[in-house]
């Protein structure tokens, strides 16, 4: 049974920079597209950041130039790390894993932007 266990939330005030790590249960965890999505109250979740299992790296446009998305096969772990963070990141933050076909999902982690 997969799973990803998110971590990093927390409060932050505009401006600042918060990292989110997602380790995962996964037997070859290389081989699996990684993302982090989230969903803020009252809307649907999306996408934030993507990292493919070759390496290949998208963004939300909100987010570009503020957020990066990392793994480390090693310790099958995803990262992303938030800088710059604006009131409208307020969202719990959900790791994804895929290999092409349905998606594995974590239980999230809130990050909360505010003075």
């Known amino acids: 049974q997969v799973q990803l266990v998110e971590s990093g939330g927390g409060l932050v005030q505009p401006g600042g920079s918060l990292r989110l790590s997602c380790a995962a249960s996964?037997?070859?965890?290389?081989?699996?597209?990684m993302g982090w999505y989230r969903q803020a109250p009252g809307r649907q979740r999306a996408l934030v950041a993507r990292?493919?299992?070759?390496?290949?790296?998208n963004y939300a446009d909100s987010v570009k130039g503020r957020f990066t998305i990392s793994r480390d096969n090693g310790k099958k772990t995803v990262y992303l790390q938030m800088s710059s963070l604006k009131l409208e990141d307020t969202a719990v933050y959900y790791c994804?894993?895929?290999?092409?076909?349905?998606?594995?999902w974590g239980q999230g982690t809130q990050v909360t932007v505010s003075s």
């Open positions: 994804q894993a895929d290999r092409g076909g349905p998606s594995n």
């Open positions: 996964l037997s070859i965890f290389s081989l699996y597209n």
């Open positions: 990292i493919l299992a070759i390496g290949n790296t």
